[in-house]
Structures are given as structure tokens and as C-alpha cells.
């Protein structure tokens, strides 16, 4: 996977952390930020990509990788883009 600067600039808030995207959802309430969790659960299945989900209390924490390769992919900047869409 390459050009990683190109692809974060139209996702804002995410960021590259050991090797993995990764960016914390911050909302209003535990029940929304459930919400957004069960939101994942389609994009997730439709790509067959599926995230490691972090919920604390009104904050969602996503990280994506390759869990074949253990690198990024192009899913895991598509599923990043979807999540977004979730939340705009």
C-alpha cells in the first residue's frame, strides 16, 4: 500500500498508529455512540473488511488492518471512508 498522505487527506481525524488506521469517534451520548458501532456492522459485511472496535462511553475507537497480510489496504481506507459516510 502506498501513497498513505494522499489517502489520509480526504479522511479527516484518522491517522496511521503502528501500522494501522486508526481515529476515536466522539459523541454526544453512550446510546449514540452504540448506535454508530451497530452502523459498522454493514459496511464491515459488504466488504468482508471487518475493524477492531474500541466503545468508552461516548467515544468509538476504530482500527483497521489486513488481518491476512498485516499491513493497510485499500479495504481499510475504503472501510475508513465508509465510517465517515456514517457520521456526516
Sequence with gaps: M????????????????????????????????????NRLVDPAEELLHYPEVTLLFNQVRISLIDLHSNQLTDK???????AEELVS
Design 2 to 37: 502506498q501513497n498513505f498522505d494522499e489517502k489520509l487527506t480526504s479522511l479527516p481525524g484518522w491517522k496511521i498508529v503502528e501500522g494501522r488506521l486508526t481515529k476515536i469517534f466522539k459523541f454526544t451520548s453512550f446510546p449514540t455512540a452504540v448506535l454508530f458501532v
Design 76 to 82: 481499510d481506507f475504503e472501510f475508513a471512508k465508509k
